[in-house]
């Protein structure tokens, strides 16, 4: 590394920060132009993401040991507030641009009335922006704030579309994100009152377990669990997720969820390790387990393709928490599930778009009375399937990668002498199983014999931005040494 | 006999009293958002709930000696603001959904999201919503 | 020690004026008579408060601004209660009134 | 003298707790709002007997005061769109106050079902209860107190909790105004507004009131801001008190809202985040760091950045309580 590197890095950080909020400022004030603004923010906060990912790899050597921390107004902690960057931030940083241009690209498209797109986009611009500054925060209450900035502009795009659905869903999601969003302050505020610091880091060189630390972390793990859907608090996810407009689901599914997961794993990770036990990781393997087979179960009932895909996100998150009882035995499977749940964020931000244009072309999203429109539309057809095949974890995809370190790192429970091992390599590989058979369930009528209707006319990005996606999503595999070396660039892992 | 009477002075300073207050109501605030339907009941049972949040904070930031922390008094304020925030957003939606369903509770258990959906990419937006949305009470809530 | 004595006999005072006005609030059988008792109650009971805190005030500035509380609080309590009056006149009272 | 300091706390902490209780219990909403109100007032003792005379300020303004508006305005909206429902159909039969039908009206919810009960009580009593203990074991913390006393010089200000609010932790403050701002942009994506349903006053005390009150809450207003930088106070309780003026404007002549023009309203609500961001990005560029600044030019820009931000929270505030976006807004 170069020494102009390191004095480039904590700029870029900050200036990551400034740009995606620059954008979302400019496009509130002036809502005229807030499509053209949007399109070029995104595309400008995506070169600066990989200009930063470029930069932050060489300088890696140093981020072994410590974040890259920056302090915001030249006060450092405890007085001032840090933002910082490490491999596991970094890695959902590039995520984050991936999905969020991918879903800009599409909006372009999909929204396309003159008055809607001037309420859409900066929202969704401040969803983005909260998002980049939720992956970089490193101070307890700031991660509050951004959490707000997230669900509140999340919330308000839930219910754009206006129909009752979507409203109800809508409503449903605010009061599940206000009360996850107490319940995580009020952790922080324990904590606060116990150590008196708020800096992430600095908290955690502080903590022990303590009565204070263990009421602290069920409180901001369970608001945090409520926000990321996690099972059994994802009553609210389906109804929300499916009745989004599909640029809004996308986002929804790829990235808010996985917000709220990166923080449930940073926190466990640095401040609350202490407390980290194998009853508990069990505990959590459990839910996942449940997750797994409940939400696999409602995908494979519900009669509306959104739903299915809703659904999944519940099933599909079961992985990560079965992942828990893994990271206490094998301590670098944390990796492993970082890398699965981008993967997954990938592939699912692409089968809800691609389900967003069969529904556009179709004029509705029931699976019964889709046959026509699916056997019309190959392309998109294409881009569900290899985005579920990711999903499902066929060879050659990201997520066959992705399930097999799982597996592997089963196999090592089992190894390890654990009985619940077993429990896990079952999940792992049964849920594939169940995953296969809903993600089968969404393209099979397009094997059938019958009409074959195109329907609605749409425009050429809503065509082509799910299939591009769901192949970054299947060729993920080629980027994974890259990921999981950028992710061992994390201080304080295992 | 005067163990007792020490714990007992001492859980009447500030310092305590307060922040048991807090708790009381973050745990009331929770007990109502269970119990009640009505949404804005339930928007005021969270705002009640983030008092409570707001008065432990406070009321831990007063122990010490000396002058109050700042920095609570601060993080306080924010919170505030943003209680306000979400609480009017969240009443608009209210308001928004009474219009369209004609009723404003939320009830327990997963809605029917299976119900049929209209698409929303095309035609006419219902971004306004408004009086031209159809009108569907005639699914009374069981 | 005689201003202190003064702020004790006024803030008293304005007590019991309060008291009266939130029996009268509580007790009185209509919304007319019940706005009679509040904010006749009300205003005179603030008046002495805030005279008795005059005495401990620390120079004119305080004194100016304890009258100004006190002036506002006349003014928007008489809108207010002119307003409800008027509205149960012409609507009739709130379920929550009976 | 300490006795009585010890009473006044238990009887204001009792009062707080039953007035929660009974606003949470009331089956009648417009009753629930004003004990809300209430809950509010009496809070903001209680933050002046905790030292926090700015936090106390702003629950009385903002937690008291706007989010009772909001209440208020909210249920007279439900209440007229239920009428209106019942209105164009002349031949559905009035709701059964008891039957199933009982959820349909308006401003009243029924007392919840006794098969809850049991539940909600154990699992309040328990998060209660495991809450209280974790309190009753800390140990009283440092803070951050001494911190900011040492760096005060630099901030710039003299008041502890505005050097706190607009230097040592501006980033926060930035994003809570973002998440007004927010805010406003997901009511105003529900749709146009509407009218308000409240009904003008006739007689001239409301307007006569109003031409006294609103100049006497400007100046207000402009003095808590002023004040803020030495004394409690600030850019937010100033403009919750700006705004309050407004929503009274409205109310006067709900019928007349002027039509305010797209752009100049985009502006003036974006104007506080746009203020406040140009100033963080000056600083990034200028070496103090994002949001940082100059120490000898900290003040002015500290109160540049208040004066946009109290404009555009009025301005929020104001729109929020009028609800849906104006006409002019899609022009």
Redesign the interface.
Known sequence: MTPADAELLPAGIAGLVGLSLAVAVLATAWTRQAHRIGLLGALAVTAWVLGLSALFLNAGPDSETAATRVALGGWDAPLGLMLQLDGLSMTLLVLTAVVGLATSLYSLGYVHDRIERRQFWPLWLWLWAGLNMLLLSGDAFNLYITLEVVSLSAVALVALTGTAAAVSGAMRYLLVNILGSLSFLMGVVLLFGEHGVLDLVLLEARTEAGPAERMAAVLMTAGLMLKAALFPLHVWLAPAHGSAPAPVSAVLSGLVVTGSFYLILRLWMGVFAPLATPTFGILVGLLGVGALVWGSLQALRAGRLKSIVAYSTVAQFGYLLVAFPLMLVDPDAWRVVVFFAVVHALAKASVFLAAGTLQHAAGHDRLADLGDVLRGRPRTVFALGLAGVSLMGLPFTGGFIAKYLLLEAGLGTVLAGSVFGVLWVLAIAGGGLLAAAYVLRMVAPSFQRGRADAGEASSPWMDWVPLGLATVAALAGLAGTLTLNTLALTPGAP | MSGLAETVVHALTPGLLYPTGGATLFALGLYGLIRRHHLVLRILALNIMGSGVFMVLLGVAARGEGPPDPVAQALTLTGIVVAVSATAFALGLVVHLTRLTGHAVMLPGPPDDDAAMADTSRGEHHADGGPDAPPSDEDPPS | MIANALTGVLLLAGLVFFAAGTAGLLRFPDVYSRLHALTKADNVGLGLVVLGLMFQASGPADILKLLLIWLLVLAAGTTAAHMVAQRTWTHGEFESDR | MNGLL?LF??VL?AG??GV??R???ST??????VL?VT?GLL?AL??V????P??AL??AA??AG??GA??LV??E??RS??AE?RSGRPHTPPPDPTG??A??R??H?PP?ERR??I???T???V??A????????????????P??DA?MDASGVDH??T???L???????F??L???????????????H?LIPARP???P??PG?LR??VP?AIVTGVYVLWAGSHAPGGA?QAGAILGAAGILLVLARPRQLPMAP?VPL??G??AG??VF?LV??Y??AAG??????DRAWAYPLIILIEVAATLSIALTLVA?FV??RPAG??A
């Open positions: 010890v706390d238990l902490l707080i707790v929660a209780w606003c949470l219990a009648d909403l417009f009753r629930a709002a809300f809950f809070l209680a933050w007997r905790l030292e926090a700015d936090i702003a629950e903002i937690g706007i989010t909001l209440l909210t249920l909206r439900l769109i239920m429902r199933p039908h959820l349909l308006a401003l919810d919840p809850t009960f539940p909600a009580l699992f309040a009593l998060v209660g495991l809450l209280v203990t974790t309190l009753w074991h800390q140990p009283p913390s440092m803070g951050l107190e911190v900011v760096h502890p909790v050097a706190v609010l230097n040592f932790r501006a980033y926060d403050t994003l809570e973002a998440i007004v701002l927010i805010a406003l942009l997901g009511a105003w994506s529900l749709g146009r509407d006053a006739p007689g005390i409301l009131t006294l009150l006497v937010f797209g985009r502006l609500i974006t985040v746009a961001l963080g990005l600083g990034l103090h760091g994002f949001l940082g600044y929020l609800a849906g807004d899609d």
